[in-house]
């Protein structure tokens, strides 16, 4: 399978406990994007690499998120003591640069916070 | 602020029948609209429609831009069960192509 993975696929965790999840990208794409779903809602930006660098962060990540892509290819993104209100599907998207309308998702980590 | 506003948020409808679900935006500098479909998973991509009035077909589903009134509509004629989804519109800034803005999407369900 040569799509966007993701892992892990569903994540329970107790408030207060730290997460992380990680996206590997279609292998040619240099542009990597990470979305929150909450239910009944469209994906929602958190933030966009470009390669290995950050380029743009929503303000709906606050202090607690981080996102990370080291070498330009798999990124991973964690959630710093948990709240219950980060209870969300957890979408990563790779594109290639000049097809950035066209973003393939992963089949995103579902995180439930108790 | 820049939105997206899909309508209806629900639908159901019997299969056969024939639905057009709508999609208007109000952004800055606009590149492209595209429609997605979701299921119980990620988002799929279905079109992306960057000219007014160019239809864009893909067996029984097609889609239209008005960019002059700022809308497009996703139609899907002979509906069957396997339809039944979240139908997500979406829309591209120009030089902004670090992200996309989503509607809520529309939930359609087909009844057999």
């Known amino acids: 399978d040569t799509g966007v993975s993701q892992d892990p696929r569903h994540k329970i965790t107790k408030r207060g406990q730290n997460v992380t999840f990680r996206c590997d990208p279609i292998?040619?794409?240099?542009?990597l994007y990470w979305y929150r779903q909450t239910l009944g809602q469209g994906p929602e930006f958190l933030t966009y690499?470009?390669?290995?660098?950050?380029?743009?962060k929503s303000r709906l990540l606050s202090d607690r998120f981080s996102a990370e892509r080291p070498k330009g290819s798999f990124s991973t993104l964690e959630i710093q003591r948990t709240e219950q209100g980060d209870s969300a599907m957890y979408l990563c998207?790779?594109?290639?640069?000049?097809?950035?309308?066209?973003?393939?998702f992963g089949p995103g980590t579902r995180l439930t916070v108790l | 602020e820049d939105k997206v506003v899909q309508s209806p948020l629900s639908l159901v409808v019997h299969e056969g029948d024939t639905v057009t679900l709508n999609c208007s935006y109000e952004?800055?500098?606009?590149?492209?609209l595209l429609w997605y479909k979701q299921e119980k998973k990620a988002p799929t991509f279905l079109f992306m429609l960057?000219?007014?009035?160019i239809e864009k077909k893909s067996g029984r589903l097609s889609s239209i831009l008005d960019k002059k009134e700022l809308f497009s509509i996703l139609n899907i004629t002979a509906t069957q069960t396997g339809d039944s989804a979240i139908y997500l519109c979406?829309?591209?800034?120009?030089?902004?192509?670090?992200?996309?803005?989503f509607g809520k999407g529309t939930r359609l369900h087909i009844l057999p």
């Open positions: 690499f470009q390669n290995e660098a950050q380029l743009e």
């Open positions: 952004v800055t500098n606009f590149r492209s």
């Open positions: 292998s040619e794409h240099n542009r």
């Open positions: 998207a790779s594109s290639s640069a000049g097809t950035t309308d066209t973003q393939y």
């Open positions: 960057t000219s007014s009035g």
């Open positions: 979406a829309v591209s800034l120009m030089n902004r192509d670090d992200k996309i803005i």
